[in-house]
Antibody, heavy 119, light 107 residues
Framework: EVQLVESGGGLVQPGGSLRLSCAASGFTFSSYWMSWVRQAPGKGLEWVANINPDGNREYYVDSVKGRFTISRDNTKNSLYLQMNSLRPEDTAVYYC????????????WGQGTLVTVSS | DIQMTQSPSSLSASVGDRVTITCRAS??????LAWYQQKPGKAPKSLIYAASSLQSGVPSKFSGSGSGTDFTLTISSLQPEDFATYYCQQYKSYPLTFGGGTKVEIK
């Protein structure tokens, strides 16, 4: 059974930093593209970033470029999102998801972790 | 960026109804389209990819169609567990983008 478990969310002040983690199991993590998708309270879904299986190719939505960094550790079956210079508009539930092979659609999702940026 | 527009934004329907949700892309995306279902307080669940291919384990009452710029998700006979918000997503090009969602409510 595929499981994705996010952690690391919380309350942070504007300008602060946070590192999210996603622990993966039930599939061959090192073979899959992985993604972060977020959802602001009461709003729709927004793709944030994704990374290839080898960890050497990344894509980001413009609003987080230069502030967020996606990374992975295939030896630990883990995905990360380092978030710097956080803004109130980054407040959201952050989901990690694996990507269905030969597509860039989100196959399985974690339960999400809430990030609140507020003073 | 490719904009995805869903309609309607919400609808009310009864158990047993046939429901159709539309998703329009601002430019052609071939069949690089997925559909998701999200229930309140839960993570989204993938339903359909490549516009019309059903994810494993998804019941056949869900179907998708379309190509280019116009797509539909159809639920053939609405059941209580289908009341949720549905999103389309294009994966033709970066940035990956979602539609605004369609909330299906009980009439």
């Amino acid at each position: 059974e595929v499981q994705l478990v996010e952690s690391g969310g919380g309350l942070v002040q504007p300008g602060g930093s946070l590192r999210l983690s996603c622990a993966a199991s039930g599939f061959t993590f090192s073979s899959y593209w992985m993604s972060w998708v977020r959802q602001a309270p009461g709003k729709g879904l927004e793709w944030v970033a994704n990374i290839n299986p080898d960890g050497n190719r990344e894509y980001y939505v413009d609003s987080v470029k230069g502030r967020f960094t996606i990374s992975r550790d295939n030896t630990k079956n883990s995905l990360y999102l380092q978030m710097n210079s956080l803004r109130p508009e980054d407040t959201a539930v952050y989901y990690c998801a694996n990507t269905k092979p030969n597509t860039v659609m989100f196959d399985y999702w974690g339960q999400g972790t809430l990030v609140t940026v507020s003073s | 960026d490719i904009q995805m527009t869903q309609s309607p934004s919400s609808l009310s329907a009864s158990v047993g109804d046939r429901v159709t949700i539309t998703c329009r892309a601002s430019q052609g995306i071939s069949i690089f389209l997925a559909w998701y279902q999200q229930k309140p307080g839960k993570a989204p669940k993938s339903l359909i990819y490549a516009a019309s291919s059903l994810q494993s384990g998804v019941p056949s009452k869900f179907s998708g169609s379309g190509s280019g710029t116009d797509f539909t998700l159809t639920i053939s006979s609405l059941q209580p567990e289908d009341f949720a918000t549905y999103y389309c997503q294009q994966y033709k090009s970066y940035p990956l983008t979602f539609g605004g969602g369609t909330k299906v409510e009980i009439k």
